[in-house]
């Protein structure tokens, strides 16, 4: 057995290059894997742990004004646990402090260092806005008149993200939660928000429990965990990266099972009659399918352990965001057995059958055909005899080129393989780049405001200021869409005020007094596919209505449908001059009202906008390196077919320029028609990701492209395989240099 | 008859100890047919070789029409083998992906020199398989489409390394006569090597190598034809 695995690894061993491929796409598919798994798995088991530890709500709920509060909480006692919670917003100084309750049984608070107050003078602090603002445990915060010491920071079960209950999310150099003692957290004064926080009692029927809840006229919110925004992020994060890492997994170990496939095919058939011999020697297929099997044993395992070593590494830039994202102390790097089992055991695995089966299947053949090379395809296929018509249509010069390339279905569907992926990671990439900012002008355009005003109960409007302020409604509502309830806001704005002014699609002014239905915002239109046109039925307060959708509009708030000020008043029951907010360029501090400014919201948008363009770089970074490693074996599987044709040519007295250009860059216009064919479609898988994660997020990412993106891809893909080709040029001149006789020797 | 190619104690050493051809010294006449003949491993592919600027010699010079081959750059050899030279090989080489047509036309010079299709590919035989590929035609119709490609160019001379190594018997005796045929129509110098001495026989001059050299060089006054030749 010796002698022929020994013939056989010096035959392999010289196909360096594509064996560095198979190599690295292995590598690479587990690294992928791993970088985002890492991330994953202990996290999701640690996130268990902690909600339960800190007995994190299940749900939260307001009570109707009308209802008997204290009756009704004593009634959900028996089932369910439940706390009151409220949130004080007071801002000093530029900066935002939610002074909370503090809680005793439900969404414990967790010290990260330090501990909580227990003296009058004494405050706890989130971490994040601690660091960026230069604090210490010890140090003195002076809020107003009132000097503090700091004792700790903590963070919230129930606040993963810093979405304060009835607020914008927050930023974490400008806000903070705060916690004080008791008598000071009364003696403040400010807008507050107060709320019920519960958990289910016990597991049986939570499904059942939670639907009884939902049910309750006696509230006039409630939300369960998934649909509150400010946690179950991390969750929901998880579980996207999960089914990211699934994705890359399946997708690059298709591609390497493919290049493996490839491999074998063609190496066997290189040494065809080596084979045969080995045959004609009594060697049965299964040992001589053994020697490659092993062999991409090998390779896979290395290649899997190196891309689970790297991954690991990796993995701490992931979990560095997620660090800076969330508000949760247990982020840690750590892998199941089944991940373990998916990203080595079941690569190395397939990789190995892929072997066997491209083995079997060719050492099927009888030693004669194998001893004697006899190629049983004689006859033209059905693509040879296209590739020639195609090629005949062109001046001679070209025919060579591109009968070359044509008569090769593999390298073909690898080279339209590459250009899509590249395409459409370059083009996701960008549109993920372009999206914060596209986000930022669509939330300040048409915005002549700076304060944005809510009230805890409905004002009077004030028919003299209608020109300095613009009244509005707010009503959050759900929408009804396959059988699915979505949580959106409706709002009904003053059609007499201009501090707010929608823009359609064509950027012409939307006036809602005309507008016959809604006007929907473009995310909501691009998340649930609903259009202009289309019907609508959506739940206020428990009562089904229907409309039609009037108008898209591409400035709106994210989540938000708009109408006239009136119409909704009518829905709502209330008298068409009285208002739950207002637009205005003067700060009013008025007890029981909440002022957002524009400032506030554009420092959220802006810190998003920091995440995004981390996932674009990485996206590219992706993009390029899985675009040279294709394109790699696309021209190193051409080279490598034609070494003889470019002895004959040497033989002819063509030079290495001349050689080249008809055998070796002979993708160039190819690729050109690939890439025009396979536009629409990179274009529209990336549309689709973008829709996807902002499902996933419920954050709405707009997609974004324009002529000179793509044309901008198109050159990117043409510079690396440009790249890529320089290296084969000069493996031309040396394979020429070497002797004329190469193929006579 | 001018001497269009000298050999002028030409060396080639491969490895310490392998002296393949040793102070060979030999002229080619213009318009002849010279076979070179000698056992396996004698040396004479690899004296063809030096003489067609494929392989450089140790020591020694190759004069073609008095400019020396081997001090020419690759840039010259390149031009020499495109414009001056045809190679003939026992495994034809012919470029799978061209049809017969585009086969031969790809051998035409940087010049735009070049005879006419239709009247070699008659002269060949070969008129019927032009839009053929080289995978639908027999080993003599691919040594024809060989010998055409070789000689569409005008060369001044013509290599043959075994051309009928891979024939059967009547093939190789129809491109015999055809490499005949074209050294009259043509004027083209051809150099055969082969170890059939019936195909020597027909030749204006056998040059026998030996151990590396040249162990006879017989002038054939009165060369046999091809129908007299007969295969052992």
Partial sequence: ?745 | MLTILSVDKVTKQFRKHEVVLKNVTLDIKEGTFTAMIGASGSGKSTLLNIMSGLLKPTSGSVLYKGKNLTMFDDNEIANFLRNDVGLIFQNYYLLSHLTVEENINIGISNTGRHYELNEISKVLGIENLLRHFPSELSGGQQQRVAIARAIMKKPSILYCDEATGALDEANSKKVISLLHRIRQQYGITIIFITHNHEIAKTADRVITIKDGMVYRDTTCTNPISVKQMSWA
């Avoid at chain 1, 005949?392 to 690898?414: E, H, M």
Wanted: charged fraction near 20%; proline fraction near 2%.
């Fill in chain 1, 1 to 745: 057995m010796n002698p022929i695995r020994k013939q056989i690894y010096k035959n392999l061993l010289a196909n360096k290059g594509y064996i560095a491929v198979l190599f690295l796409v292995v590598i690479l598919t587990t690294f992928m894997y791993y970088f985002v798994e890492f991330s994953i798995d202990r996290n999701a088991k640690n996130l268990l742990t902690y909600v339960n530890e800190q007995q994190k709500e299940q749900f939260r709920f307001q009570v109707r004004t009308d209802m008997d509060e204290v009756q009704i909480i004593e009634g959900l006692r028996h089932d369910y646990e439940v706390e009151a919670r409220s949130i004080k917003k007071i801002s000093l100084d530029n900066r935002s402090y939610f002074f909370i309750n503090r809680p005793n049984e439900i969404d414990l608070p967790y010290i990260v260092a330090g501990r909580l107050p227990l003296m009058e003078s004494e405050i706890a602090l989130l971490p994040q806005f601690m660091q960026s603002n230069g604090l210490e445990i010890g140090q003195s915060l002076v809020l107003g008149d009132r000097s503090y010491i700091i004792t700790g920071s903590f963070y919230l079960p129930d606040y993963e993200v810093f979405i304060p209950f009835g607020d914008i999310q927050q930023d974490d150099h400008h806000a903070t939660f705060a916690i004080v003692t008791p008598k000071i957290y009364e003696q403040y004064i400010g807008k507050e928000e107060r709320y019920y926080a519960g958990r289910v009692k016990d597991g049986n029927h939570f499904e059942a429990k939670i639907a009884d809840l939902k049910n309750n006229p006696s509230f006039s919110y409630i939300a369960t965990s998934n649909e509150i925004n400010s946690h179950s992020q991390i969750l929901l994060g998880l579980d996207s990266n999960k089914i990211l890492a699934h994705t890359f997994l399946v997708i690059l170990g298709l591609i390497s099972l493919f290049l493996y496939y490839m491999f074998y095919k063609r190496f066997m058939l290189l040494y065809k009659q080596e084979f045969g011999c080995f045959k004609a020697l009594g060697y049965t297929k299964l040992q001589i399918s053994a020697i490659l099997i092993r062999f991409s044993f090998v390779i896979s395992a290395v290649g899997a352990l190196g891309g689970l070593v790297l991954g690991y590494i990796g993995s701490s830039v992931l979990l560095q965001m997620y660090n800076s994202s969330y508000s949760f102390p247990h982020f840690a790097r750590g892998i199941n057995i089944s991940s373990f089992c998916y990203g080595v055991v079941i690569v190395i695995a397939a990789n190995v059958l892929i072997t066997y089966g491209a083995a079997i299947q060719f050492m099927k053949q009888d030693s004669y055909t194998l001893l004697n090379n006899i190629d049983k395809a004689q006859n033209m296929s059905g693509a040879k005899i296209f590739a020639n018509k195609v090629a005949n249509l062109l001046p001679q010069r070209w025919r060579l080129p591109v009968r070359v390339v044509l008569r090769k279905w593999n390298t073909l569907f690898l080279s339209a393989l590459t250009i899509l992926i590249v395409s459409t990671l370059f083009i996701t990439s960008y549109s993920l780049y372009m999206s914060s900012s596209t986000i930022i002008e669509s939330q300040t355009t048409g915005r002549t405001y700076e304060y944005d005003t809510t009230y805890d109960s409905y004002q009077q409007d004030v028919e003299n200021l209608r020109t300095t302020r613009m009244y509005y409604l707010h009503k959050d509502v759900h929408i009804l869409q396959d059988d699915r309830e979505i949580p959106l806001a409706m709002v009904g704005l003053d059609s007499r005020g201009s501090l707010l002014e929608l823009y359609n699609l064509k950027h012409e002014v939307i006036d809602l007094k005309d507008v016959n239905g809604v006007v929907i915002s473009q995310g909501i239109s691009e998340m649930y596919g609903i259009g202009k046109g289309d019907n609508l039925e959506f739940i206020i307060d428990r009562e089904q209505y229907s409309t039609h959708i009037a108008e898209i509009t591409l400035n709106g708030d994210m989540n938000t449908m708009y109408l006239d000020k009136a119409t909704l008043a009518k829905s709502l029951g209330i008298p068409s001059n009285m208002h739950s907010g207002e637009l205005s360029n003067e700060l009013k501090s008025v007890l029981n009202s909440s002022v957002v400014t524009t400032t506030e919201k554009r420092a959220v948008l802006e810190s998003n906008a920091v995440s995004n363009r981390s996932s674009a770089v990485i996206n590219q970074l992706v993009g390029a390196l899985i675009g040279c490693l294709l394109l790699y074996i696309v021209v190193l599987l051409n080279f490598q077919d034609r070494t003889q044709d470019m002895s004959i040519l040497r033989l002819l007295g063509y030079k290495p320029s001349e050689i080249n250009s008809l055998l070796v860059d002979v993708y160039r216009p190819i690729f050109l028609i690939l890439y025009l064919l396979i536009l629409p479609f990179a274009i529209n898988i990336s549309y689709q990701i973008h829709r996807l994660i902002s499902l996933q997020t419920n954050d709405y990412i707009p997609f974004s492209t324009n002529g000179w993106l793509l044309l901008l891809a198109f050159v990117a893909i043409m510079l690396l395989y440009s790249l890529v080709v320089f290296f084969f040029k000069r493996k031309t001149y040396r394979l020429i240099k070497k002797g004329y006789n190469t193929i006579l020797l």
